[in-house]
């Protein structure tokens, strides 16, 4: 078998955001371009020689031929075994426990998560370390680095390896061992939750529907809720993973899965909601005719989730990412645990799951996970309520109005304004910035600006240091704005405002969220001069 030194050079635009490198897929499928990237995760991360790597991706087109490539390009770097999940497909989740389990040294996910597939749409690389967790700023900085001076990449000659056969082969000397994405997986979810209690709460008339949104969740939502659990055949909705996620796009909110959101605001509507999105990491939870924000899901499951026997010792602590709402804050306070605010990121949770600082922790963007894996899960949010619900026999409607009653309700709401040319949202955005230490006692509208600055995080575990991590505005009443620039768009710029406001009078519990944030969704507006700054009337998309 030939090995090929491919001699190359730095390709544009291969810094890697939030979470992994995301381009469009025509972008990955350029020369050189997927290749490049490969080798500096290799090299970035000291090569792969005698390494074991876990590699799979969420189904989406480009995947398969992606992962042939990675595999001849370890087997040219003397990796000992890659293990690939069956058809080329692994959700994120599933990938992480795989890594754990097997100890791997790390893992290669493909994947653009929520944003669309296709050969017109969007491609992701990400790497995860050895602890199943998205690389850390550090390794991230170090492949970033070797993007900018790479001069060659390996890559052994050989026919495509079979991903559609479990079992074991060799390619250029190094193990390829094919395995069923779902049954380790499965398993952990059994140790974790009450698999007999929640499948006596379906046994009983309980009535669901999880969208899997044409994404990776189907297989593992399929096998577990109809197959392990006695829920109703078409329970899982949309539940084959196809290469352009049937044209949507399978981001779990309101918005995009509408499919969903008509189903549970509809005549007859099941008792429970839930969807998750590409890569099987992220969840939306909804009851009939109760859609429930991710910060608020977050700070019910910190309340419940001893009811599970995964976490029936209580939890060590929580995190939640800064723009995510105080309402977890207010639970773990009541339960004398700790609370962290961490940037956005899953990899910034890593350091506090690893040192067992917290045991759960959530993000506004429809994140929630503990320490089973070292990222976001999806279908174990929708486990853990569903555990709940068996536990308690209440309603989401019913959870959700005690958690309310208890510690107040955070209302909530995150708008986005996407695709806003680059300079004007970097313009906006440092204009705001070189505002925000004068800000304290500016009126704007009904509001008092309070305080304001730029939020920085030290990691109390490893003590590095995250500055610019998101403009806040904080006013007289306890309500909040942020802002952030995303990082994880492939086009442009996407600016994200995030609004909240804690209310403790219960008799303003059921008023339409854009009525109680509408003052500070204006002074915000008003504040950073948004609109005619970037051009832009109105967000794209409301949560
Ligand atoms: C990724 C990260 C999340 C993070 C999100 C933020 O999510 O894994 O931890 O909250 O990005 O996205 P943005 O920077 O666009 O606000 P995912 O699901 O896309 O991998």
Redesign the pocket.
């Known amino acids: 078998m030939s090995h090929t030194v491919v001699k190359t050079k730095p390709i544009e635009g291969q810094k890697p955001?939030?979470?992994g490198l995301r381009k469009r897929t025509a972008v990955f499928m350029g020369p050189h371009f997927l290749e490049n990237y490969v080798q500096a995760i290799f090299d970035g991360t000291g090569g792969v020689a005698g390494k074991t790597l876990v590699v799979g991706g969420d189904g989406r087109y480009f995947n398969d031929r992606a992962i042939e490539v990675i595999l001849r390009m370890a087997a040219a770097g003397g990796a000992a075994k890659c293990i690939v999940g069956q058809g080329g497909i692994l959700s994120t989740p599933a990938a992480s426990h795989l890594i754990r389990k097997r100890g791997a040294d790390g893992g290669l996910i493909l994947s653009a998560?929520?944003n669309p597939g296709g050969p017109d749409a969007d491609f992701g690389l990400k790497y995860n370390g050895g602890n199943g967790g998205?690389a850390s700023e550090t390794v991230t900085a170090e492949i970033f680095a070797r993007t900018l001076d790479i001069e060659e990449y390996h890559i052994v000659g050989a026919q495509d390896i079979d991903l559609g056969t479990i079992g074991t082969s060799e390619l250029a000397g190094m193990t390829v061992e094919i395995v069923d994405p779902v049954a380790d997986y499965a398993a952990l979810m059994e140790e974790l939750f009450d698999f007999d209690k929640i499948a006596a709460l379906f046994a009983g008339g309980f009535t669901m529907r999880f969208d899997a949104m044409h994404a990776v969740t189907g297989p593992y939502a399929t096998e577990i809720l109809e197959g392990r659990l006695g829920a109703a055949k078409g329970t899982v909705m949309n539940g084959v993973p196809s290469p352009d996620f049937g044209g949507g796009h399978p981001d779990p909110n309101p918005i995009w899965a509408k499919e969903l959101m008509d189903v549970m605001y509809g005549a007859d509507a099941p008792d429970f909601g839930a969807a998750s999105?590409g890569d099987g990491?992220?969840n939306m939870i909804v009851g009939k005719g109760a859609y429930v924000t991710p910060s608020d899901s977050l700070a019910l499951l910190a309340s419940k989730a001893h009811l599970a026997p995964g976490y029936k010792a209580g939890l060590a602590g929580v995190a939640r990412?800064m723009p995510t709402s105080g309402a977890v804050d207010r639970v773990a306070k009541a339960k004398g645990i700790g609370c962290y605010e961490t940037p956005?990121?899953?990899k910034f949770f890593g350091t506090l799951l690893d040192a067992g600082k917290v045991t759960l922790c959530g993000?506004e963007?429809a994140?929630t996970g503990s320490d089973h894996v070292r990222e976001?899960d999806g279908l174990w949010a929708v486990l853990l309520w569903l555990n709940i619900l068996a536990e308690t026999g209440q309603s989401v409607s019913e959870l959700m109005s005690d958690l309310w009653g208890e510690y107040g309700r955070c209302f909530y709401s995150r708008h986005d304004y996407e695709d806003v040319e680059s300079e004007k949202a970097h313009g906006m955005f440092g204009d705001l910035r070189d505002s925000l230490a004068g800000l304290a006692g500016t009126k704007a509208g009904e509001m008092t600006v309070e305080w304001a600055d730029e939020f920085a995080y030290d990691d109390p575990v490893d003590g590095s240091h995250a500055a610019a991590q998101g403009l806040r505005i904080g006013f007289e009443g306890g309500g909040r704005a942020v802002f952030?620039l995303?990082?994880?768009?492939t086009v442009g710029a996407?600016i994200?405002m995030y609004i909240e406001q804690l209310e403790l009078d219960a008799s303003r519990f059921e008023l339409p969220a854009e009525e109680v944030l509408k003052p500070i969704i204006e002074a915000a507006l008003e504040l950073s001069d948004l609109k005619a700054k970037t051009g832009r009337d109105a967000p794209n998309v409301i949560t």
């Open positions: 955001g939030t979470s998560s929520h998205p999105d990491d992220r990412s956005t990121g899953w993000e963007s994140g976001k952030r995303s990082g994880t768009g996407t994200r």
